[in-house]
């Protein structure tokens, strides 16, 4: 259906298996956009943390030295995720021209607008999440609007999520980074934490020492127990499990907006719709962000550049369709998936490749995924999912 198309991850923590997971998660995400991209992720147990930007640099050329033979415009389309934004995506992209000689811009998402990036991409996934959390919310005669929020993290798709969940009127009370989390009554002040994360990148601490009305508490899983009406976990992978879970519950939320890839374990996430928690998965949820990399390749394959509202309306088109029951039906996984998952069909078969057999699970990935998946299948796919 297009280039494999999912993010590289640079942190300490990234292995093969990481990979894999991303890897899974990106095929289904990438098929509810309805655009032609396949799915794929990318990565290094590089760690950026104190690293200055020449080492950065030094580490994103060395990368790509390697990585450009396996990647292009109509082969695999690397962006970003945890570790790699816009500066990492610029000194890869450099580093990719110097060797190829050529104008691919279609080869990186994620890009500068100077060379072929996209406007709304760096918003893309944050605001995305919390489209995704009103829709769901509005099908249940609520809002987003004066809600209390926590919202975990504080990269790219974390400071978007506070975003726009403030322009609709929430309070946000808390952030993290995964040394420790802030809590701040008065609602978060995103300016500061763009200052300190986006320009400084500092540790989110510092806020805390320049706003007296926050708190701040060493390590990030503490997050959890600040009373919340609607939780969205931005930050990484397995961060809410089932303790954190009954804490979240305990605490009177009634919706969960998965930010992150698979943010929530699976012991979570059955504890939740037992509760009857409003619970948004993150390959809808957090769509957005690569459903507006496919309109940057769009843009880079026109050569021409959208303006905001072109790029908007058109994200709009795919929000509507991601939501749209009957969408989902549209092809053969789907389809297949809706056979298995019979109960609460719109969010639960969402959740396919968690809940169904290792065995069924496979057949889906073959039927859809194909050459994608066959890559894939050598690491024995049953580790996942039973
Ligand atoms: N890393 C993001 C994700 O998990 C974005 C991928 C992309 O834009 O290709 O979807």
Known sequence: IGPYKGGLRFHPSVNLSIIKFLGFEQIFK??????????????????????????????????????Y???????????????????????????????????????????????????ARTQATGFGIIYFVEE???????????????????????????????ELGAK???????SGYIVDEDGIDLPLVQQIKEIERKRIKEYAVRKPSAKYFEGNKGIWTVKADVVIPCATQNEIDLNDAKIIVENGTFAVGE?????????????????GVLLAPAKAANAGGVATSALEMSQNSMRLSWTF?????????????VHRKNFYLRNGLQEMGFKYVEKDVKYEMLYVGKKLSSKVYDELMV????????????????????
């Open 172 to 178: 946000v009370v808390a952030m993290c980074d995964s």
């Open 136 to 166: 769901m919310l509005k099908e249940a005669g609520k809002t987003i609007n004066g809600q209390t929020v926590v919202i975990s993290g504080a990269g790219n798709v974390a400071i978007y999520a506070v975003k726009k969940a403030q």
């Open 30 to 67: 990438n098929s509810l956009t309805g655009l032609p991209i396949g799915g794929g992720k990318g990565g290094s147990d590089f760690d950026p943390k104190g690293k200055s930007d020449n080492e950065i640099m030094k580490f994103c050329q060395s990368f790509m030295t390697e990585l």
């Open 69 to 119: 033979r396996h990647i292009g415009p109509n082969v695999d389309v690397p962006a970003g995720d945890i570790g790699v934004g816009g500066r990492e995506i610029g000194y890869l992209y450099g580093q990719y021209k110097r060797i190829r000689n050529a104008n691919d811009q279609g080869v990186l998402t994620g890009k500068g607008l100077t060379y072929g990036g996209s406007l």
């Open 259 to 275: 930010g992150a890839n698979m943010p929530c374990t699976n012991e979570a996430v059955e504890y939740f719709l037992e509760k």
């Open 309 to 321: 509202e072109e790029v908007d309306e058109k994200y709009d088109n795919y929000k509507q369709r």
């Open 367 to 386: 039927a859809y995924a194909g050459p994608v998946y066959h890559k894939f299948r050598d690491y024995q796919a049953d580790e996942l999912i039973d």
